[in-house]
């Protein structure tokens, strides 16, 4: 309990009974799609996962699809950095003094790969008709970012959306939530919002409208109000998207499958 507000931290374990995959399935989903691959024919996913388990051979535990999506971000900044150096708003230094890997040409050997299309080269992925067009590394793997995001938030929609067939669950849920007499601040690590849509009271997710109805990020009233309920996605949401030019907006009732874009 932090000054008038009662402090619910969840992760993962939270939403497993409504459905929701646990950090291992999440991360399998990952290890084992084939859309992207070295030219060995392992799937990136993997590729990149034993590339960490290498290095965190004491801890791979730690080691799971928000450490692969980490090591995806590094690599774009790397490659964005080295081939857009005047446009590139993700600043990485390393390019000035190294170069790439080796060992990363099997999963950049583009040519044994893929196939082109316009000179361009293109991935796809036939069950979800998934298509991919990239012509260097760091639109590459900001391509492999997206389309990984896209597979996670996909896991979320599927248990976001039967939230209702497990009312008992709801009833539990707001009965606990009823009985705290202060105001009630949710901080979760996990990308939905199942604890708002269940909740039959109000909660404050860190956005207001504005004047033309859309729900905008509204710092001041993050920072100030202490009498709401409250519900904060800390690692981002399933259903936040990019304003133009860096501002986010949220759409609850709607998951965001144009990330990175």
Sequence with gaps: MTGNRTIILTGAGAV????????????????????????????????????????????????????IINAIEYLITFFSSKHRESISKFKNLMP???????????????????????????????????????????????????YFLNLIIQQIEGYSETIDDKPKLNNLLNEFLGSIKNPVGCYTTNYDRIIPAAYKGEMFE??????????????????TDE???????????????????????????KFIYNFGD
């Design 227 to 253: 009498k709401s309920n409250i519900y904060y996605n800390l690692h981002g949401s399933a259903h936040y998207d990019l304003d133009w030019p860096g501002n986010v907006k949220y759409a609850p009732g």
């Design 96 to 146: 000035a003094f190294f170069v790439e890997k080796d060992d990363l040409w099997e999963i950049l050997w583009f040519d044994k790969i893929y196939k082109k299309n316009n000179g361009m080269w293109q991935s796809h992925n036939e069950s979800s008709k998934f298509y991919s067009f990239w012509n260097d590394a760091d639109y590459f793997f900001e391509s492999v970012l997206r």
């Design 16 to 67: 497993i009974p409504w459905g929701a995959p646990t950090t291992k399935d999440i991360t399998q989903t990952l290890l084992s799609d084939r859309t992207f691959r070295s030219y060995t024919g392992q799937p990136i996913g993997s590729w990149i996962y034993h590339k960490l388990i290498g290095l965190y051979h004491r801890d791979p535990e730690s080691v799971n699809f928000e450490t």
């Design 206 to 223: 860190g956005f207001t409208k504005d004047s033309e109805g859309e729900l905008k990020f509204d710092l001041k009233k993050v920072l």
